[in-house]
């Protein structure tokens, strides 16, 4: 439940912090001091907001990722994958609003959100090839050298299933044996 919270809460940060971009940009600031302003902070509440729900989704993922390093295949499915598409949608919306209503002009908070949304996104791409590619595989390496490969059967059955569907099978009669 925490693990779909932080990474719904980390999506909702990367949604909004596109819409701190626009509020005051057709402001026609007087004097020098005025324009700096209006290009620097555009929507504070809605920046504060976007960076607390960013926030809090990035620390209950690193506090998930620290809890349960030990489960691999939980850590891919439930933190990193979620993290990474959240973190693409947040990546895909920063530019879709840049360049469809800043016409192609990135503000300060433009800039500041797609570094931010594309470090999350490769981060968790990275984490998540590492842990599938790597860490899964010398587990599941692991797992055949003490266990021993499964062999499924011609209808899926394990080794045992197989066994007992041949001895419950009739031996067809060759022809000119009796």
Request: proline residues 3%.
């Amino acid at each position: 439940m925490l693990a779909s919270f932080s990474t719904w809460i980390l999506l909702a940060g990367f949604v909004l912090f596109p819409g701190t971009f626009t509020s005051l940009q057709n402001i026609n600031a007087s004097s020098q001091v005025e324009q700096r302003l209006v290009n620097v902070v555009t929507q504070v509440p809605l920046f504060v907001i976007a960076f607390l729900c960013s926030g809090i989704g990035a620390a209950g993922m690193c506090y998930l990722w620290w809890r349960w390093r030990n489960n691999y295949i939980w850590l891919v499915n439930q933190i990193f994958l979620p993290g990474l598409l959240n973190s693409l949608a947040g990546v895909i919306s920063t530019l879709a609003n840049v360049f469809g209503v800043q016409h192609g002009e990135f503000s300060t908070t433009g800039k500041v959100t797609i570094i931010v949304t594309t470090i999350t996104a490769g981060i968790s791409g990275i984490l998540t090839l590492f842990y599938s590619l790597w860490l899964l595989r010398r587990v599941k390496k692991e797992h055949d050298r003490v266990i021993g490969k499964e062999r499924a059967g011609k209808h899926g059955e394990g080794l045992v299933e197989q066994m007992k569907r041949k001895a419950n099978e009739k031996e067809p009669v060759k022809p000119g044996i009796v």
